[in-house]
């Protein structure tokens, strides 16, 4: 076959909605099927990280962060809500007397969603046009969005009374009153959950088509060339790297509503980095590919810990060394070269 | 070294044909500057303590082509570095049309009509011919700009022009990073004539270039040389001689002489300094 | 009255002498640590994530030297210590080499790809420890001479074990500066790090030198390793607690400069111990975090890099 490289992306952006859409949702029973929808979310993430690292040379292990935010944001409407009229029970627990006044704009469904969409935008990209105006290196941000993940971490799991704790915020039941947790409800969250994906993946591929996405690969492989032409490299970079955390963001929110519960670990350095691979072993170059490779590399992971518990992060770790070493553009760069697609 | 030679050129200027990007309206802050389109004073520049650059005074006229030589480590790159904000002078001034140069940033100065082309060809080698020069147009620098950016017939017929010019016309769609090493300087040339800069610094332009190439470049840059003013740094004095109209010879970090090729050549410090040429 | 005064004074005087020497042992403890880190990142730029989990291999190692000698050489336990040290570093050394050999060297220039497959070395290793070892925690027996303390007055009382780490952290940190700085092979490497190509023109094995860098990282955070079984058992995860504060102090001293980590060890180690002070555990750790993070914004080469010419 030979296939122009527009041509391979189109059919690769049809065969995901053909898979999301029609496949998946027929052939799985509702178990299965809210498994897809977990790591679906955090393809969002995946997506992200094909913007940043993949097309701009950003690497951050710290999309934990962002991803935990929108994850707690949407966990503490839903707890509210599944509380209400009372506190919730953690808090009752931890001796918590009154409702503390950041838990309080989360009562609405309203701020809850305009949260998970607008807070990162100020947060990303003031810290991410602060360290890139210094010219920082891209080592030292990947250790610096490490650094920020652990904090965060340590600071949740340390206001137990607030957050949860290392138990994170769970047991939820309705989201405005439409139960969440029957067959009907948590497939309803998935036709939800692949309408914002897909509409995400056709926004990156857009914009990766623009000449905003060559600017991206320039600024990945000769930034001081872009600057001498003129560009505010610090600005761009900032942009995608906000991007990519509205996107992380939004996963987070789909997780909480698929998986019933959110944690601290999702914020973690372990769980950054996991995203990162998922990224990495469908293609850091394709966003459809990054989709494929969270479902895949999710799979396995649910796979192997039922039934080989111990090889899991035998699993994960040779994965790592694989993709980097073997295939650093991913499995999508694999179908690329079995279909002799023209680059 | 007067300004005789300058102001000639300068008058001469003014009545050029029509350049290769659109004529040059006379900027009205060169003539606070008495038409020098780049006034350096004291410029100093220092790494742990050694001086790259000491105490330079120097001066560029509107539309003049100078070219400055001088030995290895004279500092003659970093003083490009310094004009161009790729590196901050330790002390002293640099004033562009009036505007002082050394407190903005690099991306700022080439938004100003400061251009820059480096020692080894700085291009994406990534991208086609074409992609090099688009992005080199300086009214797509915002990030919405770029993201809605749409190639229109003027675009294009633009960057078919600077193609032109820079003998690169029949290779648009090849991948930049597959040319030989004289076109690549070539196409970077061409990105500062997309840039539509007002002063180009050239740094060793025919570098590794053969005897035909070196003639060719002599050719393009004069021809560019209408209505722009560019800073020439090169090793090859035949080159130099087909070209300058002055010259400013470093050493050591300070100016050593300046003037005509033949006046710099006969100049007795200079022979000291180069042994020979 | 007078005589209260005096005592509390001494009472006081002694509490200050006690945070000043917790100071100083985590300043060693934090410098051993980081000391193999800044020869590996420091002079050939290579990201080893998975250095905690070889300072976990020298505490393994540790580990089955004493069960060893308790079984097979127990007349001989007061002396182990020094045969596991010794162990943990030859051990771990070995395995550097090979791993820079078989490994590491595929990924130099890509110093991002670097830290994701060692990333994954780390998994695999620590998977490794849990599947040999077990999860649970392991410790070793306390060699008897250095338990209990050293009582100098009698509101002064310093640990010996601790002691003893400042002194062998002191030794180590005297070798390997000697190793660098006054001996031929020191200069060789020295030489390979700031400039590879002519190094190789005049005749120096660039790729042996590399591997022996590296090895000696390793060695060095087997000692570490074997070292911190003194002071907390081990277990799969350990490594993991031990990489980050590594990394943090390597990049804030500065990454290219022994004296830079040194430098470095010592000013995270006071902040650390006088914020423990005023605050509770965690929240010191994020203060200093953060305290760290602000820095490197302003001098994002670290506190002791120099200026270079591009």
Not at chain 1, 250 to 263: D, H, R, S
Not at chain 2, 265 to 275: A, G, K, S, T
Not at chain 3, 49 to 72: D, K, N, P, V, W
Request: charged fraction near 15%; hydrophobic fraction near 50%; glycine fraction near 10%.
């Amino acid at each position: 076959m030979n296939i122009s490289a527009k041509q391979g992306e189109r059919f690769a952006h049809a065969g995901l909605a053909l898979l999301l859409l029609g496949l998946l949702p027929l052939a799985l029973g509702p178990y299965w099927l809210n498994l897809v929808g977990k790591y679906l979310a955090f393809s969002f993430v995946a997506v992200g990280i094909v913007l940043a690292w993949g097309y701009c040379g950003i690497l951050s292990l710290g999309q934990g962060v962002f991803f935990g935010f929108g994850g707690y944001a949407m966990a503490m409407f839903l707890k509210l809500e599944a509380s209400a009229p009372e506190l919730p029970d953690f808090m009752v627990w931890s001796s918590v007397e009154q409702l503390p006044f950041w838990w309080e704009p989360y009562s609405s469904f309203g701020v809850t969603l305009a949260s998970i969409f607008l807070v990162p935008i100020p947060v990303a990209f003031i810290f991410a046009y602060a360290i890139f105006r210094k010219r920082v290196s891209g080592v030292y941000f990947a250790i610096v969005t490490i650094a920020l993940s652990m904090t965060l971490v340590v600071l949740n799991i340390g206001q137990q009374g607030e957050t949860g704790g290392a138990n994170g915020i769970t047991d939820f039941s309705t989201l405005l009153g439409f139960d969440i947790i029957n067959d009907a409800g948590k497939k309803a969250i998935y036709w939800v959950e692949v309408g914002l994906l897909l509409a995400a993946t056709t926004l990156a591929a857009l914009l990766l088509h623009s000449r905003f996405g060559k600017l991206l690969i320039a600024v990945r492989d000769r930034e001081d060339r872009v600057r001498f032409s003129g560009f505010d490299t610090a600005m761009i970079k900032a942009f995608i790297f906000t991007v990519s955390a509205v996107l992380s963001s939004v996963g987070g929110a789909m997780f909480a509503l698929q998986a019933g519960l959110v944690t601290p670990s999702l914020i973690g350095a372990v769980t950054s980095v996991e995203l990162v691979i998922y990224a990495a072993v469908g293609g850091r170059l394709s966003v459809v590919g990054a989709v494929v490779g969270a479902l895949l590399v999710g799979f396995t992971k649910s796979y192997l810990s039922e039934h080989y518990p111990e090889t899991w992060l035998f699993f994960l770790g040779a994965m790592f060394i694989f993709v980097v070493w073997v295939l650093p553009n991913g499995l999508a760069d694999l179908f690329r070269k079995i279909l002799r697609v023209k680059a | 070294m007067d300004n005789a030679l300058a102001t000639t050129s300068f008058a001469v200027a003014s009545q050029r044909p029509e350049s290769i990007a659109a004529s040059q309206p006379v900027n009205a802050k060169s003539t606070l500057m008495n038409g020098k389109i780049l006034s350096i004073e004291a410029l100093t520049v220092s790494f742990d303590g050694f001086k790259a650059v000491d105490g330079l005074d120097m001066s560029i006229d509107e539309n003049e082509l100078r070219v400055v030589i001088g030995p290895n480590g004279a500092g003659k790159t970093t003083l490009l570095d310094m004009i161009c904000g790729k590196t901050k002078p330790t002390s002293g001034s640099i004033r562009f049309r009036g505007t002082e140069l050394s407190k903005l940033s690099d991306y700022q100065i080439v938004r100003m009509g400061v251009g820059r082309k480096f020692q080894t060809p700085s291009i994406y080698e990534d991208l086609t011919v074409a992609e090099n020069l688009e992005i080199s147009i300086p009214q797509v620098h915002g990030v919405w700009a770029s993201i809605f950016f749409r190639r229109t017939k003027e675009v294009r017929e633009r960057i078919a022009y600077v193609a032109e010019e820079i003998m690169l016309k029949d290779h648009l769609r090849m991948k930049s990073g597959k040319l030989s090493h004289g076109q690549k300087q070539w196409l970077e040339i061409g990105m500062l004539l997309m840039q539509d800069s007002d002063l180009m610094l050239l740094d060793e332009p025919v570098a590794g270039m053969s005897p035909r190439e070196r003639e060719e470049t002599a050719e393009l840059l004069k021809r560019i040389a209408n209505g722009k003013s560019l800073v020439v740094i090169e090793h090859d004095m035949d080159f130099v001689r087909s070209i300058a109209k002055k010259v400013t010879v470093l050493h050591q970090g300070r100016l050593l002489s300046e003037g005509s090729v033949e006046e710099v050549q006969n100049d007795p410090r200079v022979i000291e300094v180069y042994l020979g040429h | 009255m007078p005589t209260t005064s005096i005592k509390e004074a001494i009472v006081t005087f002694g509490i200050l002498v006690m945070q000043l020497f917790n100071g100083l042992s985590l300043f060693t403890i934090l410098l051993l640590m980081a000391l193999g880190l800044a020869i590996v990142f420091g002079l050939m730029g290579v990201i080893n994530m998975a250095h905690g989990e070889i300072m976990a291999m020298g505490a393994y190692t540790t580990y089955l030297t004493a069960s060893f000698f308790e079984r097979h050489l127990p007349g001989l336990m007061d002396v182990y210590l020094f045969v596991a040290i010794l162990l943990a570093f030859c051990v771990t050394f070995a395995f550097g080499y090979l791993l820079e050999r078989g490994f590491i060297r595929w990924f130099y220039h890509r110093p991002l790809d670097t830290l994701l497959a060692t990333w994954g070395l780390s998994l695999i290793l620590q998977q490794t420890y849990r599947s040999v070892f077990g999860a649970q925690e392991v410790s070793v027996p306390l060699t008897a001479w250095l338990s209990g303390a050293w009582e100098p007055t009698e509101s002064i009382q310093l640990p010996l074990n601790r002691i003893f780490i400042v002194a062998l952290t002191i030794l180590v940190t005297l070798g390997v500066w000697l190793i660098l700085h006054k001996t031929r092979w020191g200069l060789r490497a020295r030489a390979v790090t700031q400039n590879r190509a002519m190094s190789s023109a005049v005749g120096i094995d660039t790729n042996r030198v590399d591997a022996l860098i590296f090895a000696l990282g390793s060695g060095l955070a087997g000692i570490a390793g074997s070292v911190f079984t003194m002071v907390g058992s081990t277990n799969p995860g350990t490594g993991q607690l031990y990489i980050v504060d590594s990394f943090i102090v390597v990049v804030f001293g500065g990454v290219a400069s022994l004296l830079g980590t040194a430098a470095s060890s010592f000013l995270i180690a006071q902040m650390q111990t006088t914020l423990e002070y005023l605050m509770s555990g965690s929240m010191a750790k994020v203060a200093i975090l953060l305290l760290v993070i602000t820095v490197l914004y302003f001098r994002p080469n670290g506190l002791f890099a120099s200026k270079v010419r591009a």
